[in-house]
């Protein structure tokens, strides 16, 4: 019965756990990655409140993506740990990961580019209906209450019956924000939002996205100065895998170290 008990509690170790008293959103501590005898995430220590909009900059190479890879379990983690609104993801498959309520819009577009707008987003609900229920869905896509609405919100009403790969750029940047919403999740990862975007396009996304992220977390990976300073609420700088200073708006920009390494001019 002993080695039954200690069997047991070798198993439960592997799953998620609570981290005692975390009111955060997100935390991650010592989260470090090696790709060979490249580290692209090292010893990286982070904490996004929740509710907050929290922005991560950096330069190419930074490590930046590669963070939202760990987070998510796209790529395992090397050593550290990962916990969201309080308990321990660290190792788990990434299906289980959305389970927690993550949603993700990665980089690289994902859309299905022979559907439509509304079918693209329709297919967003399986984040929080599971295959079975949306399948049992009887709606056609563009007539849903809750498809029609957001399309609406995105600026996309007259563009449901469009085929993703028909939309413009930022449209199906306005798109995939959308289908990483109607997993209605408590933390939304963006990578590189407004990548690609005209001045006109970026500074809608930022009103897009301060219409419809209110309450929930939202973590940002960009590279538009003028995009982050007017949407986050606190700003992490990566380089080298690594956080290297951290503060509002503001304090970032009047950071002299900060524009130093972000522009190139110093190497840490």
């Known amino acids: 019965m002993r080695e039954q008990s200690v069997a ?17 959103a997100l935390r991650v501590v ?49 050593s550290g740990d990962v916990y969201v609104f309080g308990e321990r993801i660290t190792g788990l498959p990434p299906y289980r990961c959305a389970g927690f309520g993550i949603a993700r819009k990665f980089q690289a577009p994902t859309l299905f580019p022979e559907l439509t707008a509304a079918e ?43 085929r993703a790969a028909n939309l413009s750029h930022g ?23 407004t990548a690609g975007m005209s001045p006109q396009e970026t500074a809608a996304t930022a009103e897009l996205l301060q219409e419809l992220t209110g309450g929930t977390t939202t973590v940002i990976v960009e590279h538009d100065l003028a995009f982050v300073r007017r949407i ?21 920009s009047q950071n002299a170290l900060v524009r130093d390494v972000y522009l190139g001019r110093k190497s840490l």
Do not use: Y
Not at 12 to 24: G, V
Not at 51 to 78: R, W
Not at 129 to 145: H, S
């Open 8 to 24: 047991l509690q070798d198993e439960d170790s592997t799953r998620a756990r609570p981290l005692p008293d975390d009111s955060s």
């Open 120 to 162: 693209n987003l329709f297919l967003g609900k399986v984040g929080h209906l599971g295959w079975n229920q949306l399948l049992r869905t009887r709606a056609a896509p563009a007539a849903e209450a809750e498809v029609t609405e957001l399309l609406e919100r995105l600026r996309l009403a007259g563009q449901a019956h469009t």
């Open 171 to 193: 449209q199906q940047q306005w798109l995939e924000i959308g289908v990483a919403l109607m997993a209605r999740p408590r933390l939304l990862l963006l990578d590189e939002p």
């Open 30 to 78: 010592n989260l470090t990655k090696h790709f060979g005898g490249l580290t692209a995430v090292d010893s990286l220590n982070l904490t996004v409140r929740r509710g907050a909009v929290h922005c991560i900059i950096g330069p190419n190479g930074a490590g930046k993506s590669t963070f939202f890879d760990l987070v998510t379990n796209v790529q395992p983690v090397t």
């Open 232 to 252: 986050a609420d606190i700003i992490t700088v990566m380089h080298r895998g690594q956080a290297v200073a951290e503060g509002s708006p503001d304090e970032i």
